[in-house]
């Protein structure tokens, strides 16, 4: 079938008209061999912190993560949530944007430059989770490290691709990823949540000791007193030994071990043969149970 042309008029010098044909072609929707290997990259980032998400989910240990290795310490630490989700979540999420601006860029240039802000500010995230594992943990993730490599490797692709204006895009997208960094340092300083900041040596001490000594901490997670109680701990909350009374909300029956136990009201601690209610400062909890406080 012969091609439909556009037809344009022009006028010329002595007045007469001429007739011009311009192909009318269709915006091209041909990826090119770069923007298909960002598109697979941002793919295999998905699937890969979609995993991750799944296993910090159910409290399952990733393939071949076993328990107290380098990969283990890293997905249990602090860094490893952000705002209570897990930060894997967070790189999906990012991943899952970057891939569909990689597709849509094939007919829409300009979808290139917020896949570079997000791309910019992925690596800049995770080069900071990075150092981080390596210097204040000590202990290195390959699933983290394979998530940093193929968001350092789309990065550097979007800077070969050259869109318009990428240079500025790169700047503009810098100077944000800054800002982020910084904001989730002083996150992870307790700056803004103390709960997400380092641990008090002593409260996480006494919180260990609680755990150890099979003392329970009957709470639900609806009732305010029973937050307070995890907020005196601070970061030292997640390794107190408590127990879900109301998994079902508000009203709903005490699950059994609240009933094997009587507790009739939260928080409620059972330190062997003694029971304390109500909000408990740390150094009643230390006398109680036989802990070392120090002042």
Request: with cysteine; glycine share 6%.
């Amino acid at each position: 079938m012969a091609k439909r042309n556009k037809r344009e008029k022009t006028g010329s010098a002595d007045g007469t008209q001429k007739v011009s044909s311009t192909p009318a072609t269709p915006a091209s929707k041909k990826m090119s061999p770069i923007d298909m290997v960002v598109l697979v990259l941002s793919v295999a980032g998905t699937l890969l912190t979609a995993y991750l998400t799944f296993t910090a989910s159910f409290g399952e240990h990733p393939a071949f993560c076993s328990e107290g290795s380098g990969c283990d310490i890293v997905q249990s630490s602090r860094w490893a949530t952000f705002l209570s989700v897990p930060m894997a979540l967070w790189g999906c999420l990012t991943y899952i944007l970057i891939a569909g601006l990689a597709w849509r860029a094939r007919t829409k240039i300009g979808s290139w430059t917020p896949l570079i802000f997000f791309a910019v500010c992925g690596f800049a995230i995770s080069a900071y989770l990075t150092i981080v594992s390596v210097i204040e943990i000590e202990a290195t993730c390959p699933y983290c490290l394979a998530s940093f490599l193929i968001i350092t490797t789309i990065m550097i692709l979007t800077m070969v691709r050259q869109p318009p204006e990428w240079l500025t895009s790169v700047k503009e997208a810098a100077v944000v990823a800054v800002l982020i960094v910084a904001a989730l340092h002083m996150h992870y300083s307790g700056v803004f949540d103390a709960s997400a900041g380092p641990e008090d040596p002593q409260l996480q001490a006494l919180a260990m000791h609680l755990e150890k000594t099979g003392v329970k901490f009957y709470g639900a997670y609806w009732c305010p007193r029973c937050q307070e109680q995890k907020s005196v701990f601070a970061s030292s909350a997640k390794r107190l030994p408590y127990v879900e009374c109301s998994s079902g909300g508000r009203g709903s029956a005490l699950t059994a071990p609240c009933v094997k136990n009587d507790i009739k009201s939260y928080p409620t601690w059972v330190i062997g043969e003694k029971r304390l209610t109500g909000l408990i400062k740390p150094r009643e909890l230390a006398n109680a149970s036989g802990f070392d406080w120090k002042e």
